[in-house]
């Protein structure tokens, strides 16, 4: 324990002043009697809680101790209750056969494992029917229990009711199965016990088997399915403290162990094994305790705003470049890892004890494939039949996992621990055998799913011993709530999604990537980038800089020539360009499509790249595609490729214009042709190359007959954009843009894009293209209050900056994230304005503090691309200064980004309060 017992509390003593107390106040009536008791009670438990609290911030990873000291102290405070309810309350003189009472300790605080704000689990067993005086002994007890602010979970009942309702009710039997005497009539206690495992528990293995993976399945799929959510709950996700907890209570039902690491003598676990399960076991408890102390409740969801103070209690700090935060989780899911393959090797072996059919049991069919030689099936999965023989050649470590991809078998367990245990094998003299390469490259090409294969190799550091470049990332995460997944599950994914785009599953979804695969590419070359794309990750230089020059010396001992080397050295460094290009820069401006297209110089090259953007955006995680991507990215790849086969010289803005007056005529083919005229001449050039023809044509019709004192506004959702689009007509004057900003952002509109322009008869012409919280387009429903609340605040009946201060607030969980500003001014992305970019946390009222200071400042904006990643946000303005020009001058850009850094940190000083 972190302390001794009596340092934790001291029962005798606390029963002695009780009884002190009563003796000098002689006659109180039992509530009295109550408050006295649970006086005395509050005070020891909350000096034994502090001093376990202080002994546990000394010792911040010793949980088992702290665990077992609370339990101590749950114990003892039980004791003292049902004393003083029994001596002073409820006194017997001469109790009879049926006034007797044993108190039972089940579930976790059965185990003696108990959290600092885990439930106090309470069976109350009397002899036969409940009598007044046990009645009356529970009741007093429950209310001082309450008094003293546990969480107290309870049941009255005989011994035979335990028995009746453990058989119908699973969760009452796996209760049942962890009881423990604390205080009474222990014969009942005993009793209990035998006849647990003498009527209830024995022979019915199976049945408890199948009901606890079936309740393990669900909870995983409750908790999201996945071992690397980068929320997770440790004690009930994958891979998490229930996890261990099932196994346990699987071993227990099946051998009477008494305690875990009996599992190794009973051979259900060598000892390297047990050793593994206590480790990771004491690390999760540690997590949960943490978790508990920090928030003062039974919290076990590990959010993002927690892990930096677990991470920091636990005494993790940063160190080469990355956040502490970042190497405890990465530990974390290590130990997940770990807590999975303990998982499988266990019930294996209960398998092949046959505890339960194996059908039943793991759903695995038959299947005719015969194993190649050296292997065997052994309950329908791959063995070796000899591990001498198989270990004389380290080739055979990876060329199980194709076996098992050419079979679609999955690995005994044997044979995992046999692989965890000859990692050494695999050095370079396997790293640079051609044959070694070829089993490699084939898992990735010549299977359909390559991810099954690498999620194994991965789980056991095959991949990593293998790549060891690749080892550093296992396990990575990246502290941001854009990324669902650590990094290595990230790549996993992505090769995921490209094997599902070669096997026609994506083909609505996703027709351009579908329609290059189709056509061919270079396989190897897509798959190794995808491999090595992220390689680079949690190291202080550029992901993609360093990425790169990994790729280079991977590659080729991964069997690529000199010229896919070079392919996949430029698709890993740049590998975030077209993402970067669709999403921070104006398509619209020519000079965007050909500094891209200049960028990528081939068709072979864009159409490798357009595959791996797509699989790289929606291996991210659930949710990150959206049809907003990917209507930018079809547009970037379809005029860029345009570009690269009709030469860059047509992409230019007399060109865009011609085009774009066209297609305007087209749609008011039912316009008398001098309104057409009339149309066409009030725009300067640069709004016939930001905007497609149907919102040209919004925009004609909202302006024929505006008035000077008039408000037009058009609301129509777009759902193959997976956005609102909200155009705006009225009388121009300074600040447009941002008070059109301000309005949206009271409505809680996140805008993705945003265009704006004044007509040469002087309105001003502006188009925002809006999302709702869910990043979906509003409902129809929900359009009459965006329109009206929009209509207040350029109205001035609504003042957008105060309105907004209650509203633009940073989310608890997403607080400790950290997102340095960067503002960059570039007067080279486009040919007639200055970008600004400005890089940062976001928040409500971001982007309309932004355009409120450059207004502030004479500068006009034309166009603003909004790209979100979580918490973070780049807006890129596309800009001029008063005069019409670009900002040249360094002094004044360095004074407008004085006051944009002014702005951003006022607002997140607002945000935070």
Not at 315 to 328: C, N
Not at 427 to 441: I, K, Q, Y
Not at 570 to 581: G, N, P
Not at 869 to 887: E, I, P
Request: hydrophobic share 40%; glycine share 6%; with cysteine.
């Amino acid at each position: 324990m972190l302390l001794p017992s009596d340092q934790i509390i001291d029962p005798g003593a606390c029963l002695a002043a009780i009884a002190q107390e009563l003796a000098e106040h002689p006659g109180p009536d039992s509530r009295d009697m109550r408050a006295i008791a649970v006086r005395h009670l509050t005070e020891v438990r909350a000096r034994g809680n502090a001093a376990l609290a202080e002994a546990f911030l000394a010792r911040p990873r010793d949980a088992r101790a702290l665990v077992l000291g609370q339990s101590v102290l749950t114990d003892a405070l039980v004791r003292i209750v049902l004393e003083v309810s029994c001596r002073w309350l409820h006194p017997l003189s001469n109790p009879t056969e049926s006034e007797r009472i044993a108190v039972v300790a089940v579930g976790g605080y059965g185990r003696a494992e108990m959290a600092p704000a885990s439930d106090v689990d309470l069976l109350f067993l009397t002899p036969w029917k409940t009598t007044p005086w046990a009645e009356s002994v529970v009741e007093s007890m429950l209310y001082m229990l309450w008094d003293l602010k546990l969480k107290v979970g309870h049941a009255t009942r005989t011994v035979k009711d335990c028995i009746r309702l453990g058989r119908e009710d699973i969760t009452i039997r796996t209760a049942l199965l962890e009881h423990r005497f604390i205080a009474g009539h222990e014969p009942l206690a005993t009793e209990l016990g035998d006849r647990l495992w003498s009527e209830l528990f024995r022979n019915t293995g199976p049945e408890f088997i199948e009901a606890k993976l079936a309740e393990r399945a669900e909870r995983h799929r409750r908790q999201g399915g996945q071992r690397y959510l980068l929320e997770p709950n440790v004690k009930e996700g994958k891979g998490g403290l229930r996890d261990l907890q099932t196994l346990y209570w699987i071993g227990k039902y099946l051998h009477r162990v008494p305690a875990a690491r009996e599992l190794v003598a009973i051979g259900l676990f060598r000892p390297e094994e047990y050793d593994t399960f206590r480790t990771a076991e004491e690390f999760l408890w540690a997590v949960r305790c943490h978790l508990h102390y920090i928030t003062g409740r039974a919290m076990d969801q590990l959010t993002f705003d927690l892990q930096v103070e677990v991470a920091s209690r636990m005494g993790y700090r940063d160190a080469h470049g990355r956040r502490a935060v970042e190497i405890f989780m990465q530990d974390y899911f290590r130990h997940a890892t770990r807590v999975g393959e303990l998982t499988r090797i266990f019930l294996t072996e209960l398998e092949a004890r046959h505890a339960k059919p194996e059908a039943s049991l793991f759903g695995i069919f038959k299947r005719k494939k015969r194993v190649r030689e050296g292997y065997r099936l052994v309950q329908g999965r791959i063995d070796v039949t000899d591990e001498v023989a198989f270990l004389t050649d380290p080739l055979n470590l990876l060329q199980i996992f194709e076996e098992a991809l050419r079979t679609g078998y999955l690995l005994h367990p044997n044979v995992m621990r046999m692989i965890a245990a000859n990692l050494t094998l695999i050095d370079d003299s396997v790293r640079d055998n051609p044959e070694a390469v070829r089993l490699f490259t084939d898992m990735l090409l010549k299977h359909g799913n390559p991810e099954r294969a690498l999620r194994r190799m991965n789980e056991l550091g095959v991949l990593g011993a293998f790549i060891p470049e690749f080892e550093r990332i296992v396990a990575m995460m990246q502290f941001n709530v854009y990324h669902h997944y650590t990094v290595d599950e990230h790549i996993i994914q992505c090769i995921s999604v490209l094997a599902q785009i070669e096997r026609g599953e994506l083909v609505e979804e996703l027709p351009i990537a579908s329609g290059i695969l189709s056509a061919g590419v270079n396989r190897k070359v897509l798959y190794i980038a995808l491999l090595l794309h992220d390689i680079g990750k949690g190291r202080p230089e550029d992901h993609s800089i360093i990425g790169a020059q990994m790729a280079r010396r991977i590659a080729p001992r991964l069997g690529l020539t000199h010229d896919e080397t070079e392919t996949v050295e430029w698709l890993v460094r740049y590998h975030l360009l077209m993402s970067d290009m669709a999403q921070k820069r104006d398509i619209g401006d020519p000079r965007t499509l050909r500094d891209f297209a200049k960028a990528v110089k081939t068709r072979k090259r864009l159409d490798l790249l357009t595959v791996l953007t797509v699989c790289d955006i929606r291996g991210v995680g659930p949710g990150t595609w959206n049809n907003w991507k990917a209507m930018l990215l079809r547009r970037l790849y379809n005029e860029t490729a345009g570009a690269l086969e009709n030469g860059l010289e047509n992409i230019n803005r007399t060109q865009r214009e011609d085009e774009g007056k066209k297609a305007l005529r087209e749609a008011l083919s039912d316009w008398p042709q001098a309104d057409i005229r009339a149309e066409l001449a009030r725009h300067y050039p640069p709004y016939w190359q930001g905007l497609p023809a149907e919102t040209q044509a919004v925009f004609a019709r909202l302006l024929r007959g505006l008035a000077d004192d008039e408000i037009r506004i058009d609301l129509h959702p777009e759902p193959d954009r997976d956005a609102t689009r909200a155009a705006f007509a009225l009388a121009d004057h300074p600040g447009i843009f941002s008070r059109l900003a301000g309005a949206l952002a009271l409505v809680g509109a996140n805008v993705v894009d945003a265009r704006t322009y004044t007509s040469k008869d002087g309105y001003a012409t502006a188009v925002f293209w809006i999302q709702d919280g869910e990043g979906k387009p509003y409902d129809e429903a929900r359009l009459p209050r965006l329109r009206s609340m929009i209509d207040k605040t350029l109205r001035g009946e609504v003042v957008a900056r105060d309105a907004l201060k209650d509203r633009d607030k940073v989310k608890k969980r997403d607080s400790e994230f950290r997102f340095p500003t960067h503002i960059m001014f570039d007067n080279e992305g486009s040919d007639i304005y200055t970008i600004i970019e400005v890089d940062t946390r976001d928040r409500p009222g971001l982007l309309y503090d932004l355009t409120r200071t450059l207004a502030n400042n004479n500068i006009y904006i034309a166009s603003a691309v909004i790209a979100t990643y979580g918490a973070q946000v780049v807006d890129s303005f596309y800009v001029k200064d008063m005069f019409g020009l670009k900002m040249h001058a360094k002094p004044k850009q360095d004074a407008l980004e004085k006051k944009l850094r002014q702005a951003i940190l006022e607002g997140r000083e607002r945000a935070t309060q």
